[in-house]
């Protein structure tokens, strides 16, 4: 395991192991602040972020590494057109790990084959986006208590939203996941998603409009803001960001123990009278989100559990 490029650069076994550290992360943390003293994380983010970029550096931060990037392309010598592979063969000699979001798809992959530090991808176009999956796998075992047997809805932009293509991409590996497909029929899953992933992954998948047909039979419903950026004209977007706003009257028809996911921001497509609702699972889930890079960091610089065992050696 060196890249994080795709959410199947990781075996089954790796995730495991990575959701099992986040998990003694947050029962202990001071336990892991000092495990990457001396090492630095550089944050390359060509595209906007808050949550991705910012839970990134805190995580280096808290286990006691430095953190060093830029937060957008035109800070960087990319504005100058120096290329991706450039930058990140320069970059390796400032740090020892590198995050990168970008708006081509496949840019953080082309970094990976050019340097010989981690390179983590942050995000890359409408692609994909693994450490929100990750993110997103440490919210359902903690919430959910499996990784199993589970009948989850992705609504909203499913076209464009790369945190969706991750997050199924990965879920089609656990067994008795049922995906429910829900979206206009402008923004439905890509075919290469369908044919590639689900198809070939033998995934019971159905696609649907309406949220509310639909909504009784969720454990998990994944909502996600309709991706602006990515559209080729505003009339579009006009035209469909509205498509689904989860409200209190529509939850009225849910599971008393539904989980809401949303990887944020946010736009329209949560009424803030939901936030209140115990269901309400989005903000937890962006700080789950921190300590499973600090444990995905630790697996991929190879940092070991040092203070444990300190600790272990003197009570020994
Ligand atoms: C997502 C992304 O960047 O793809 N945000 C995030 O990283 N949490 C979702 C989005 O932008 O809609």
Request: glycine share 6%; with cysteine; aromatic share 6%.
């Amino acid at each position: 395991m060196k890249h994080l490029i795709d959410p199947t650069d990781l075996t089954l076994q790796e995730i495991d192991d990575i959701l099992s550290l986040a998990e003694r992360i947050m029962a202990d943390r001071s336990a892991y602040s000092e495990v990457a003293r001396g090492k630095k994380l550089a944050t390359l983010f060509f595209e906007p972020s808050t949550r991705t970029r910012l839970s990134f550096e805190a995580a280096m931060l808290e286990l006691g590494g430095s953190v060093l990037g830029f937060s957008e392309a035109a800070s960087s010598s990319a504005s100058k057109g120096e290329s991706v592979a450039d930058t990140a063969r320069v970059v390796e000699k400032y740090a020892d790990i590198i995050a990168m979001r970008h708006p081509k798809e496949g840019a953080p992959l082309v970094a990976s084959m050019n340097v010989s530090i981690p390179v983590i991808n942050a995000g890359d176009g409408g692609h994909l986006h693994p450490t929100q999956t990750l993110t997103d796998l440490l919210t359902i075992q903690e919430e959910c208590g499996r990784l199993k047997d589970l009948t989850i809805g992705f609504c909203g932009d499913l076209k464009f939203g790369r945190t969706v293509h991750s997050l199924i991409k990965q879920l089609c590996r656990y067994p008795g996941i049922h995906f429910i497909l829900i979206s206009p029929l402008e923004l439905r899953v890509p075919d290469y998603i369908k044919e590639e992933v689900l198809d070939r992954g033998n995934a019971d998948y159905r696609e649907v409009e309406r949220m509310e047909d639909v909504i009784g039979k969720l454990d998990i419903l994944y909502m996600t803001r309709v991706q602006r950026e990515r559209f080729f004209n505003e009339e579009d977007y006009l035209r469909l960001k509205d498509s689904y706003i989860l409200d209190m009257q529509k939850l009225a028809g849910a599971k008393a123990d539904l989980k809401i996911l949303h990887p944020l921001p946010r736009v329209n497509e949560i009424s803030v009278e939901v936030d209140k609702d115990p269901r309400a699972l989005y903000f937890k889930q962006a700080e789950y989100g921190k300590f499973v890079r600090m444990a995905l960091m630790m697996k991929l610089l190879d940092l070991p559990e040092r203070q444990k065992e300190v600790a272990a050696d003197a009570e020994g």
